[in-house]
């Protein structure tokens, strides 16, 4: 038998696989930390992401008018659906929120200085529970080739807290400095920028449930560094180093201080989260939320886009993220027709996006009513009783209800 010999090179890792069809398998790195998980030989694969589907059921029916007649839909109906996008975010590396068992134990880190523990809400719980980093010094990844990066941290002082504390990578430091209440940047001990914000430290009753925690980060490209801060991750400025060469990457305080968050991303690739198809209850497909963007390439396998200019993703696009509910509607279905069920499927092409709540409705127009009377009180109150085993319910406001359902509402205890 003819031998066959395959390589692939995995650029960060070294990592080269020699096989033939013989029983002999050569595995060879030159990286400490390298994983190899196995392979399997076929004879072709498909590789795509999937973030999962949702179905949902519509039975459309007639209505009576006021003539007493069955009356639908003119000439058909319209599906409305009710999604919430978001701003797009780095092509994710690697996210460490701490709350795997014994995190700091593994591979992927280092001590550089100080000392780091992980506090644990539930200590010998081998579930994920919610933790924190607590300690003073450097964790680095184990890598020392960082360098075009996206850092972020979320960070709390406690109450004797103090100093400065972030992210960093080679000599870079992007921190919160409680002492001069201001995200600064420096490049070894040479401050490039900063910003005043309000820090305040975290009462020690509350460092666990409810500490104050804060955002910051920073954005390497070549020689400018862009720094934000914030829950909506605002640019605060931008500055340009010299002599940067990268190196190791990861959190720094000067004294002890939390963090609940890390998260390492691409400083040129993004992962958009707008995009969701949806199967229509008359079997099309239609896309929705895709938002058209210049300066970058698209990666239509992994659905990502890259940067080809040194600018913020928000200046690639002319359409808003409002971050809030929109509506999407799809074409006329004139096919459909009431009297039967149909079903429709919402497939998210990006992650993080929200389903609300699906409408069909009338292709003409539709509204969409609340309101409350003693009738949808009583099936409510109904349905949160015996479809979900509720022991109550509440309402907004009492003095707007009504009247009439105080003679009901005990009718249903």
């Known amino acids: 038998m003819e031998k066959r010999v395959h390589r692939i090179n995995k650029s960060m890792s070294e990592c080269d696989l020699v096989f033939a069809f013989t029983d002999t398998i050569k595995i060879s790195v030159d990286v400490k930390g390298v994983q190899f998980y196995g392979f399997r030989v076929c004879s072709s694969f498909s590789e795509e992401p999937s973030a999962g589907e949702a179905t949902y059921s519509f039975s ?199 963090c609940e968050l890390m998260r390492l991303g691409d400083a040129w690739t993004y992962e958009p989260y707008e995009r969701f198809d949806v199967v229509m209850p008359d079997g099309t497909t239609k896309s929705y939320g895709r938002i058209s963007r210049s300066n970058c390439t698209w990666d239509s396998e992994f659905q990502v886009f890259t940067l080809t200019a040194d600018v913020e993703e928000s200046s690639t696009r002319s359409e808003d993220i409002s971050m809030d509910y929109d509506f999407s509607h799809s074409d006329d279905m004139t096919s459909l027709s009431c009297g039967n069920d149909y079903q429709a499927t919402v497939i998210p092409v990006d992650i993080n996006i929200w389903i609300s709540r699906l409408f069909l409705g009338d292709a003409d127009g539709f509204s969409i009513l609340y309101y409350q009377d003693v009738d949808s009180l009583i099936y409510w109150a109904n349905e949160a009783a015996y479809r979900w085993n509720l022991r109550g319910m509440c309402m907004w406001s009492l003095g707007q209800e009504d009247l009439r359902l105080w003679e009901w509402l005990p009718k249903q205890v």
């Not at 058909?76 to 701003?87: A, I």
């Not at 809400?121 to 924190?132: L, N």
């Not at 921190?175 to 490049?187: D, F, G, H, R, T």
Request: charged share 25%.
């Open 60 to 258: 459309p029916r007639q209505f009576k008018d006021v003539e007493g007649n069955m009356v639908g839909p003119d000439r058909g109906f319209r599906l409305t659906l009710e999604m919430l996008r978001r701003k797009p975010d780095s092509a994710l590396i690697w996210y460490e929120d701490f709350r795997d068992y014994g995190v700091l134990e593994t591979n992927y880190w280092t001590v550089l200085s100080g000392s780091f523990t992980v506090w644990r809400s539930d200590e010998y719980s081998t579930e994920r529970v919610y933790s924190q980093l607590d300690g003073s010094g450097q964790l680095a990844w184990k890598y020392d080739g960082f360098s075009d990066i996206h850092l972020r941290a979320r960070l709390a002082f406690p109450a004797s807290g103090s100093g400065k504390a972030g992210i960093f990578c080679g000599d870079l430091f992007c921190c919160l400095n409680y002492n001069s209440q201001a995200v600064e940047l420096y490049n070894g001990s040479t401050l490039l920028g900063s910003y005043s914000q309000e820090i305040t430290r975290t009462p020690t009753t509350d460092l666990r449930d409810d500490p104050n925690m804060y955002t910051v980060e920073m954005r390497i490209r070549g020689n400018r560094v862009r720094v934000y801060s914030g829950s909506s991750y605002t640019l605060r400025f931008t500055a340009t180093v010299s002599g940067f060469s990268g190196g190791y990457a990861g959190y720094r305080s000067d004294n002890r201080t939390v």
